[in-house]
């Protein structure tokens, strides 16, 4: 139990389906995140929320949309996705968005497939 | 520039030999924090431990050692007596004071020990 869930674990989608991706805390952090892993490329930073308002967008296509209700629940909302989407999504949180003690806690992913 | 470099991107050792993870950054900030990640084939991203800029101590945690040297900026970390359980993925990562402490991940390194 890392303290950070993810789900679901693993899901394909095609290219015109709309699908959710859930996160949710119970750390007490009050920042979130989300990160994209793929193959061979460094970890790639797409939102980051402190307090539940977006501080961050690195320049993340709009078929990515995400949503912080409350400092426990982070959504990444996907629709019309590419191929190229395909990758392990990591979510994480940590308490301020600065390099804490502990860093980040990390969730185990979503094994996303775009077909 | 902030970027982090792990230039082995796979290393296979036998258990119970030592292996170096090696990890060299780039930063502007002088004051930053320096973290690895360990990530198994569950996915999850798992906290190993965060240098600060200041501290050059090296540190030994059981079998796992850092070794800390501004003057060539790395950050490199050695298992000592690996064994088949320290299989995964290696990201050392940067967090800078200055720059919004963003999180900047190298590509990882991928360690098998063989039995």
């Known amino acids: 139990e890392t303290g950070v869930t993810q789900t679901p674990r693993h899901l394909v989608m095609g290219m015109t389906n709309k699908k959710s991706l859930k996160c949710e805390q119970h750390l007490g952090h009050n920042a979130m995140y989300w990160y994209k892993q793929s193959a061979k490329k460094p970890l790639e930073l797409m939102f980051v929320?402190?307090?539940?308002?977006?501080?961050e967008n690195n320049s993340v296509p709009s078929r990515f949309s995400p949503e912080c209700p409350n400092s426990s629940h982070l959504f990444l909302h996907l629709h019309t996705l590419q191929p190229e989407d395909s990758a392990l999504y990591l979510c994480a949180s940590s308490q301020g968005t600065g390099g804490s003690p502990q860093g980040y806690t990390f969730g185990s992913g979503t094994r996303l497939t775009v077909v | 520039a902030q970027k982090v470099t792990q230039a082995q991107t796979e290393i296979s050792v036998v258990e119970k030999e030592d292996v170096t993870l090696d990890c060299v950054y780039e930063t502007r900030d002088t004051t930053y924090y320096l973290f690895w990640y360990k990530q198994p084939p569950s996915g999850e991203l798992v906290f190993l431990i965060r240098r600060n800029s200041f501290d050059e101590q090296n540190e030994i945690s059981g079998r796992y050692s850092w070794n800390f040297q501004k003057s060539t900026s790395s950050f490199n970390f050695t298992i000592t007596a690996s064994q088949v359980v320290d299989s995964a993925v290696y990201f050392c990562?940067?967090?800078?004071?200055?720059?919004?402490?963003?999180?900047?991940f190298g590509t990882g390194t991928s360690l098998t020990v063989i039995p």
């Open positions: 990562a940067l967090s800078g004071v200055w720059t919004g402490n963003q999180f900047y």
């Open positions: 929320y402190s307090l539940e308002e977006r501080v």
